[in-house]
């Protein structure tokens, strides 16, 4: 199995930026994919952004233009950069490894909580 760390998240002012981490030993040799979900207190897990194995790459319309999602094979991180935040881009981030093989059934990790707030 494959282990699943986030870290990245804080509190930061309208407008601001972070960068959060996904950071997943294994899944570039594995060729999964990664997919960033979100999820806001008393509200349902929504899909944010993900990121395909041959790199092609997907967003939700609330976040596209704003956030952009990329990947360190060196590292086995995927990266989410998250530009212009708004309040309601409070949550706890996950991530999730996709495809097949390895890449199926990973226990989520902790998850990183972002905080936009003035």
């Known amino acids: 199995q494959l282990q699943i760390e986030e870290s990245g998240g804080g509190l930061v002012q309208p407008g601001g930026s972070l960068r959060l981490s996904c950071t997943v030993p294994?899944?570039?040799?594995?060729?999964?994919?990664v997919t960033w979900f979100r999820q806001a207190e008393g509200q349902q897990r929504e899909w944010v952004s993900n990121l395909a194995a041959d790199g092609s790459q997907g967003y939700a319309a609330s976040v596209k233009g704003r956030f952009t999602i990329s990947k360190d094979k060196t590292r086995d991180t995927v990266y989410l950069q998250m530009n212009s935040l708004k309040p309601e881009d409070t949550a706890m981030y996950h991530c999730?490894?996709?495809?097949?093989?390895?890449?199926?059934?990973?226990?989520w990790g902790q998850g990183t909580q972002v905080t936009v707030s003035s």
């Open positions: 999730q490894t996709y495809g097949t093989g390895r890449c199926l059934h990973n226990d």
């Open positions: 294994g899944f570039t040799s594995n060729n999964c994919g």
